[in-house]
């Protein structure tokens, strides 16, 4: 089955920096792959995603890039604010249409 | 506003009792899933259900079952409840076009 590889797994950045997550999967066949935000205590929402149709998509001070190649896609966040402290989870679609989700990253912007 | 709601939203039960989470949304969605949150492994998918009469086991679907009662009705049981079935419960749903999965508020679990 599909196996999604997420780094790192706790980040901690200064407001104002930038920051980046990475996650990489196995099946060639995925073509779309999310990115979810889950406050301390709240329920995991959609912020960004992409399909495999294009390599790049932004939002604002968010944006997620695919490598199809190298069978990776990572999201950007940029000029972090101490509201973007969460857990970042990015996922991947399988082939029956449901999603695998990667370990999560946890972000701490310091103010 | 359109929701997924789950309930009981806390649960503290001893070994062996047989335990039901249920799930019901308003957003007209015709898939319906059940994902475990553990701290450091993610979310993981337990069982899906694309339709009423369709239902699917996941990565970890061992010591669970589902009842797909209705389009809107979506319930884990868990028969004989053990200690490492503590964790965060999430229901979601989706449609077939965009793919985005929403999520429930969680139930969360504990098995002493």
């Known amino acids: 089955g599909e196996n999604v590889e997420q780094h790192p797994s706790t980040l901690s950045v200064q407001e104002g920096d930038s920051a980046v997550i990475k996650c990489t999967y196995s099946d060639s066949a995925s073509n779309y792959f999310p990115w979810y935000k889950q406050e301390l205590g709240k329920r995991p929402q959609l912020i960004i995603d992409i399909r495999s149709n294009v390599g790049e998509k932004k939002d604002q001070r968010i944006a997620v890039t695919l490598n199809k190649t190298a069978k990776h896609f990572s999201l950007h966040i940029t000029e972090t604010q101490p509201e973007d402290s969460a857990v970042y989870f990015c996922a991947v679609n399988t082939g029956f249409q449901k999603l695998v989700f990667g370990t999560g990253t946890r972000l701490l912007v310091s103010p | 506003d359109a929701d997924v709601t789950q309930t009981p939203r806390n649960r503290i039960t001893k070994t062996g009792k047989r335990i039901m989470l249920e799930c019901s949304q308003t957003?007209?969605?015709?898939?319906m899933y059940w994902y475990r949150q553990d701290p450091g492994l993610g979310l993981q998918l337990i069982y899906y259900s694309f339709d009423v009469k369709d239902i699917n086991k996941g990565e970890i679907s061992d010591g669970y079952s589902v009842s797909r009662q209705a389009q809107a009705k979506f319930s884990l049981s868990l028969e004989s409840a053990i200690p490492n079935q503590t964790a965060l419960y999430f229901c979601?749903?989706?449609?077939?076009?965009?793919?985005?999965?929403?999520f429930g508020e969680g139930s969360r679990l504990t098995v002493l």
């Open positions: 957003k007209g969605h015709d898939r």
């Open positions: 979601a749903t989706s449609d077939l076009g965009s793919g985005e999965l929403f």
